[in-house]
């Protein structure tokens, strides 16, 4: 029964939003920007808890969401660790270890409506806002994303010019929001209508439109070095995403995976990443 009502709820969100479309553009679109940027799932489980307890915790307040820190102290440089979309800071437990093995200083914080922190949604433009309150209070050297964390990292670098930060990681990170955007509009079956009053509600709310939004784009004006992981089987985010980014980012790396998913939580991949920190 949930299987046949995950298939069904998409394209009835879809049918809602083009009949409400006709009578209101403008609220069309800021429903369907907000069921886009909510998430289902990510808080922490019971079973995740006793990992995370073991590092110090902290509530930030920003923009009034209590945001869910962790810190692992450490004599080397600070790491900033930033999870993907329905996840929590548990993702990089594997991560973490190796990473205080090293004597790194690591991190984390559950982004606005996922883990132990508050909120009701979570956006690329939200995230980049939140990671950069949080580097004013831990100033990280590096920085470390998993998908759309990645995809934030990459933002965040190009749109606040973050000279501090010396490194950067990508892992399964998707690259071109009008990629995205159409994926959302094919699952969810609403017309062309809808689509343009989510490009007008894009361009007045964060002033640029869908087809502007590329981290591909963005990274030709990075100055960071960087490291993008990626499986070339990536069922989520495309390998071109990484490798669309890789082309424009000068100093940059990108390592191709085959079977390893969109995850990218093995033992080789924490590896590659530990020693690029290292370097």
């Known amino acids: 029964m949930r299987t046949l009502l995950n298939r069904l709820l998409p394209p009835l969100y879809g049918a809602y939003f083009n009949i409400l479309a006709l009578f209101s553009e403008k609220t069309a679109a800021e429903k369907a920007f907000t069921l886009f940027c909510t998430p289902r799932k990510g808080k922490v489980l019971p079973v995740q808890q006793d990992f995370l307890d073991k590092a110090r915790d902290q509530l930030i307040n920003i923009g009034g969401m209590d945001l869910q820190t962790y810190h692992w102290p450490g004599d080397k440089q600070r790491v900033l660790l930033l999870h993907g979309w329905e996840s929590n800071t548990f993702r990089w437990r594997k991560l973490i270890i190796e990473l205080i093995d090293e004597g790194f200083d690591i991190v984390a914080f559950d982004a606005p409506a996922h883990g132990k922190s508050s909120g009701a949604i979570l956006n690329v433009i939200l995230y980049a806002e939140c990671v950069e309150e949080i580097k004013k209070v831990y100033h990280p050297q590096f920085i470390v994303g998993h998908s759309v964390g990645g995809m934030t990292a990459v933002y965040h670098q190009y749109a606040y010019g973050a000279n501090d930060i010396e490194k950067v990681v990508t892992i399964g990170s998707p690259s071109e929001f009008p990629e995205i955007m159409d994926f959302y509009q094919d699952l969810l079956k609403f017309n062309n209508r ?86």
């Open 194 to 279: 809808v689509m343009r009053a989510l490009d007008q509600y894009f361009q007045i709310h964060f002033g640029f439109g869908i087809q502007d939004f590329s981290t591909s784009s963005f990274a030709k004006n990075l100055k960071v070095q960087g490291l993008l992981i990626h499986d070339e089987q990536d069922a989520i985010a495309p390998f071109s995403s990484s490798e669309r980014v890789h082309a424009n980012w000068k100093g940059s790396r990108l390592i191709k995976t085959k079977g390893l998913g969109h995850s990218l939580h093995q033992e080789e991949v924490n590896q590659q990443i530990v020693d690029f920190l290292k370097s």
